[in-house]
């Protein structure tokens, strides 16, 4: 194992709900009340709660791990551990290193300073040293496009652009182990694209990543191995496909249901040849294949699946009935099993797919499952958007000859000399 | 301790840009700048004056030159010392964002607030000392002394600020004991006045490790003549030892610092 460069082991951390004494004054009558005794064990205990319980993994060096998890699962808690801001109530953590996060990354700006000054502060809080940043300050400046305001203080900056500034120092860090949390929300979509390009080049130069996310196209793209975490435990750990569509199963079963309704959809899977899968090339083919199964006899049904992006908004939908298949009879207790073959003319994105199980005339549902599985598409850098067109390039020419005839634009007459 | 010393040293640069954070804050958007500086230790100045006055005219005494030198050359440490000790207690509270979004070495908080601190000195000691030479005080070799006694100062002040800004976080009251504190302390303190005025009962007002360092102050560079040498080994002892509790306390709850702020 000489190339493990974090070493997490059985980590767990432990917070107290409620308020601290955070004044003499509160703490001399608590005191008291702890000397005489009229506080029982079990009552601190209930106090207790525990943000992480047992979290062991280790990360390689050059490998991009990711952690994902639901709001308050722990994520966050996990990083400060790793930078050292807390220290883990039990267990331990090696790191070989240095070791910086792409978390908070504004949180060392002084609002009255001026951009170039707060470069120089943040630089030094992150690590790096005077030198190094006289080095770098062409290119963080360069990196974060601010160049005109770089002597203003940054309380005159907006939001975006402070967001942009702290990401710039903190992307020039050379770092063994980065740890990156949620920050590519920052700015608009350009940035948003500068800061990916960073990061797979930090991962190509060989820097190990930890990325904490909720974007789990991200981490899918990124990250070889990822862990699911759940309430401070340790759900799932493995290939960031396994873990992604753990964390899409999560909570879906059992799935609200009309009870009045006997026949419903028991299982959807997106797939290629070899078995399921979350992430695909476009262009390539898939698979969605949807299981029903009925309590009672219900006749004249058809199968609809529906595609949409991450905004709900739906892509593309087919049935069934339309393929050609007929009206779908069930009896009691006989399951059925639909298999659609789709191309991927989808740009890259998040996509999840919505089955229903509809009446064959009125369309009206028997069952319908939202969200039922999700995939990502990767691929086709040619097309933005939502679904890809193929497009190919016929003619691209420049002439020789001269300029042809423009109409005088009443804008050029305008101009004064 | 030898850990937390090295860290400071890799991080020197961190130290350094802090200070230097704290020192431009301070002068940005003011009308006074610099002479924010020189005011505090021109009222304690003012002060002592008039309680020297009092002092002449109940003995029946005029006011000798010397009084007044000697209260200046006192006057700008103890507002070093009031001041630093005021700024670096609250040092760890007021960096809350930092203290629990990114890890650095926290000691670089206080530090930073009394080095910053130390610059308001620097400028405050060369307005004294042109007062000094105006007047005429002169040269000898006890000034070599000087550097030393200062580096106790300082050290002594850093010890205290480490100790209190902790203290602070995590009770927030700390800071108004440490208020009442340093406003009776200057009765404490033999900065107005010599601690022989009170004879037998001198060495109680030395016990206060500050006291020997502002009347080897005033001995070496007024009176010309060398420090008592039992009374600053006391203060110097007495500042290496705090230091060191305070630096080993400090590192002891750090970890605890992000949760309990």
Known sequence: MANRILEVQQISKKFRRGELYNTLRDLVPALSGKLFGNRSHAELERRDFWALRDVSFGVDRGEAFGIIGGNGAGKSTILKLLTGIMRPTKGSIRVTGRISALIEVSAGFHQDLTGRENIYLNGAILGMTRAEIRRRFDAIVDFSGLEEFVDTPVKRYSSGMFARLGFSVAAHVDPDVLLVDEVLSVGDYLFQQKCLERMHSVIRNGATV?????????IANLCQRSLLLERGRIQVIGPTEEVIGAYYNRGRRPRAHDSNVDVRITRVAVHDEGGPRVEFESGGKFYITIEAHALTRHEDMTVVVQIV??????VFDTCTQRLGAGAITLDADQTLRCTFELNLSLAQGTFHVNAYLHR???????????????????????????????????ECRVDQSSRPDVQDTPIALAVPH | MIQAIKELVERRDLLYIMTWREITVKYKQSVMGMLWAVLMPALIICAGLVVRYAFAMVSGKSIALFDLTSVAVKAAPWAFFVASIRFGTSSLVSNTNLVTKIYLPRLVFP???????????????????????????GWSVQLLWVPLILATLVLLTAALAIMFSAASLFFRDVKYLVEVLLTFAIFFTPVFYESALFGSWAPVLLANPVSPLLEAMSSTIVHHQSPSLAWFSYSFLFTVSLLIVAIHLFRKLDPYFAECI
């Open chain 2, 111 to 137: 530090l930073a607030a009394v080095f910053s601190q130390f610059f308001d000195f620097l400028i405050a000691a060369a307005v004294v000392c042109l007062f000094l030479m105006a007047v005429g005080v």
């Open chain 1, 360 to 394: 064959y005339v009125t369309n009206l549902p028997y069952d319908s499952w939202l969200s039922a599985a999700t995939f990502f598409v990767t691929g086709a850098p040619e097309a933005r958007g939502v679904v890809t067109l193929h497009p190919k390039l016929n």
């Open chain 1, 210 to 218: 930890v990325f904490v996310s909720h974007n789990l196209r991200e």
């Open chain 1, 309 to 314: 992006d991450n905004n709900q908004y739906p």
